[in-house]
């Protein structure tokens, strides 16, 4: 299997890299800039040891085509549009998993919505009905996906408006050693996408003992109320 990340040069970006590449999972890190790509790519790969899967760098329209089935968005929202509207065309027959949330820049304990609701929602309307978009991976720390000797301690959320395209991508998701969820349509993203807000007020906080929390769906007979 052989999927792009594009944003792979981010922190949430190189922390998936690497997790994916150690599942034995072969890695595309597609970047504006090819050679920042390459860079990246093989500060990445001299972490991996004996991984099965590889990382390599090239740029985002290099990324997408050499991509089997997934490519995977980590860009800073600002960049979300404008990355999506440039690879438009090259999209077809591909998954596109969307992890990116409408953070407000200078401030990311707080999210600005889309119009269409959602990041998710603004990446459908973007492409069309014809390519499918999953949102997941939204809740997941960068900090944490980067301590890769350590497991990811929390649960991930899928969403989309394709149940084929989200069993692909729950499976794809779950490579990662995590659980992964079907929360529904692509709506699910409005109220998914902003409890990353949420996380990252908590982690900053004084008033917690903890840093880089995620969350967890327990059953019913794990509460305690």
């Known amino acids: ?40 790519a093989e500060e990445l790969s001299e972490r991996l040891g004996k991984a099965k899967g590889k990382i390599i760098g090239m740029s985002n329209a290099d990324a997408v085509a050499q991509a089997d089935e997934f490519v995977v968005l980590a860009v800073p ?17 591909k998954i596109l998993v969307d992890v ?16 269409e609701g959602s990041a998710t929602e603004e990446a459908q ?12 991976l939204h809740n997941v720390s960068a900090h944490v996906l980067d301590k890769t000797d350590l497991p990811v301690n929390c649960d991930v959320l899928v969403c989309g408006q394709n149940k084929e395209a989200k069993d692909k991508v729950i499976a794809l998701v779950e490579k990662l050693g995590v659980q992964a969820f079907n929360a529904g349509l692509a ?4 109220a998914i996408e902003p409890i990353t807000s949420i ?27």
């Not at 890299?17 to 999972?25: C, E, F, N, S, T």
């Not at 309307?125 to 997941?136: H, K």
């Not at 903890?210 to 967890?216: P, Q």
Request: proline content about 8%.
């Open 1 to 40: 299997m052989k999927i792009a990340l594009l944003g792979g040069t981010g922190p949430q970006g190189r922390g998936l890299a690497l997790r994916w590449a150690l599942a034995g999972v072969d890695v595309i890190v597609g970047s504006r800039n090819a050679e920042r790509g390459q860079k990246i």
């Open 77 to 93: 929202y600002a960049g979300h549009r404008p990355t999506l509207e440039s690879l438009k065309d090259s999209l077809h027959e």
């Open 100 to 115: 990116v949330v409408p953070l407000v820049e200078d401030n990311p304990k707080k999210v600005s919505m889309p119009p």
């Open 125 to 136: 309307a973007i492409l069309g009905e014809s390519i499918p978009v999953v949102g997941a």
């Open 187 to 190: 709506v699910s993203a409005r």
């Open 199 to 225: 996380l990252i007020r908590l982690n900053i906080s004084k008033g917690t003992p903890f840093k880089h929390a995620g969350i967890k769906i327990w059953p019913e007979s794990f509460c305690r109320f």
